[in-house]
Nanobody
Framework: QVQLAESGGGLVQAGGSLRLSCAAS???????AGWFRQAPGKEREFVSG??????????ADSVKGRFTISREHANAKSPVYLQMNSLKPEDTAVYYC????????????????????WGQGTQVTVSS
């Protein structure tokens, strides 16, 4: 059984930064990961994704240039990070890490259905 655990959320002022982490545990070889978020009263939306070895990344237009997704290239089991800079109040949401295990591809999925495993979520609140 595999599990995901997010950490790093919190309260920050507009313009500030946070770094989210997504750690996977259990029996697997590699995993591709995505970050999604859900604000109150809104649908869950894609934020960013990374393939199994870190060679491919993609971002939602709303976060391009402000957020960076990364992982250690030498370790496909390493945590996936989401560095969030220049945060805005509209970034306030619960952020979820999602993973697709043992998926060897350069493709990065942006749909929720691309990912079979999800973390519990971490709250990010950006005050104005």
């Amino acid at each position: 059984q595999v599990q995901l655990a997010e950490s790093g959320g919190g309260l920050v002022q507009a313009g500030g930064s946070l770094r989210l982490s997504c750690a996977a545990s259990g029996s697997f070889n590699i995993f591709a990961a995505g970050w999604f978020r859900q604000a109150p009263g809104k649908e869950r939306e894609f934020v960013s994704g990374i393939n199994w070895n870190g060679a491919s990344t993609t971002y939602a237009d709303s976060v391009k240039g402000r957020f960076t997704i990364s992982r250690e290239h030498a370790n496909a089991k390493s945590p996936v990070y989401l560095q969030m800079n220049s945060l805005k109040p509209e970034d306030t949401a619960v952020y979820y890490c999602a993973a697709r295990f043992n998926y060897y591809s350069d493709a990065v999925g942006q749909a929720q259905t691309n990912y079979a495993h999800w973390g519990q979520g971490t709250q990010v609140t950006v005050s104005s």
